[in-house]
């Protein structure tokens, strides 16, 4: 019943983000359209717009997910089933404008925590739908590495007028291949005899950070909880 309730507000603010943005003027529309008791709006999102905003973030990554196993991989290269999964992810969202309106919100210093975690948390949710068990720093790194795709690939894609977007699935794929690239460098490292003694110490270092077993939802960005 509540996520009843906050899916009629999310979808009544949305007639409005395009115009006043995910703002106070925003959420005030939101409860008269959706005919809820401001005192329950509240309490559903706290800080109003803000919290839509975030809500309207993570609506994305579910439709993402429930894309993504709607669809076939059988065949495809790992690499073509990152870029696969970061399209879906952007296509799943039809409002730009509600987008573009968040990344204006999310780029102002008091939210851009927030726009982090949920950035962080897309990637996690993606590496988590392609099947990532990785446990050691590789955790970490996979997932700071593609928000940077993420990030980057929206903020294109916004100015992007080319037919079906075309260029930037483009850009994503430059973006992947550059990834690829290091990853390749990085195999490469770990194979030269040489190179494997000087890095050796630093390696087991990083080898011996864990993604974390169990913590507070809120203690990781995004509001997720590591892998067990």
Same mark, same amino acid.
């Given at each position: %019943?509540?996520?009843?309730?906050?899916?009629?507000?999310?979808? $009544?603010?949305?007639? *409005? =983000?395009?115009?006043?943005?995910?703002?106070? &003027?925003?959420?005030?529309?939101?409860?008269?359209?959706?005919?809820?008791?401001?005192?329950?709006? !509240?309490?559903?999102? #706290?800080? @109003?717009?803000?919290? %839509?905003? =975030? /809500?309207? *973030?993570?609506?994305?990554?579910?439709?993402?997910?429930?894309?993504?196993?709607?669809?076939?991989?059988?065949?495809?290269?790992?690499?073509?089933?990152?870029?696969?999964?970061?399209?879906?992810?952007?296509?799943?969202?039809?409002?730009?404008?509600?987008?573009?309106? @968040?990344? &204006?919100?999310?780029?102002?210093?008091?939210?851009?925590?927030?726009? /982090?975690?949920?950035?962080?948390?897309?990637?996690?949710?993606?590496?988590?739908?392609?099947?990532?068990?990785?446990?050691?720093?590789?955790?970490?790194?996979? +997932?700071?590495?593609?928000?940077?795709?993420?990030?980057?690939?929206?903020?294109?894609?916004?100015?992007?007028?080319?037919?079906? *977007? *075309?260029?930037?699935?483009?850009?994503?794929?430059?973006?992947?291949?550059?990834? %690829? +690239?290091?990853?390749? &460098?990085? /195999? !490469? %490292?770990?194979?030269? +005899?040489?190179?494997?003694?000087?890095?050796?110490? #630093?390696?087991?270092?990083?080898?011996?950070?864990? $993604? #974390? !077993?169990?913590?507070?939802?809120?203690?990781? #960005?995004?509001?997720?909880?590591?892998?067990?």
């Amino acid at each position: %019943m509540t996520d009843d309730i906050a899916g009629r507000l999310l979808d $009544a603010a949305l007639n *409005h =983000v395009a115009f006043d943005g995910w703002s106070e &003027t925003t959420f005030r529309a939101a409860v008269t359209d959706a005919d809820i008791d401001p005192v329950v709006a !509240r309490g559903l999102y #706290p800080r @109003g717009a803000v919290d %839509m905003a =975030v /809500a309207f *973030h993570k609506r994305g990554d579910d439709a993402m997910i429930t894309r993504l196993q709607e669809l076939d991989d059988d065949g495809l290269r790992y690499r073509d089933k990152v870029t696969r999964a970061v399209r879906t992810r952007i296509e799943v969202v039809k409002d730009r404008e509600a987008v573009r309106r @968040g990344t &204006t919100l999310f780029a102002l210093p008091i939210y851009a925590p927030d726009g /982090a975690k949920l950035i962080w948390c897309t990637s996690d949710r993606i590496w988590g739908a392609l099947g990532d068990t990785a446990r050691d720093f590789n955790w970490y790194t996979k +997932r700071a590495t593609l928000s940077g795709v993420y990030s980057s690939t929206v903020l294109y894609w916004l100015g992007d007028d080319s037919p079906d *977007h *075309h260029a930037t699935w483009e850009f994503l794929d430059r973006r992947i291949e550059d990834v %690829m +690239r290091i990853e390749q &460098t990085k /195999a !490469r %490292m770990r194979d030269n +005899r040489l190179l494997k003694r000087v890095f050796a110490g #630093p390696e087991r270092v990083l080898s011996s950070i864990r $993604a #974390p !077993r169990s913590v507070r939802e809120n203690d990781l #960005p995004g509001g997720w909880t590591a892998p067990r």
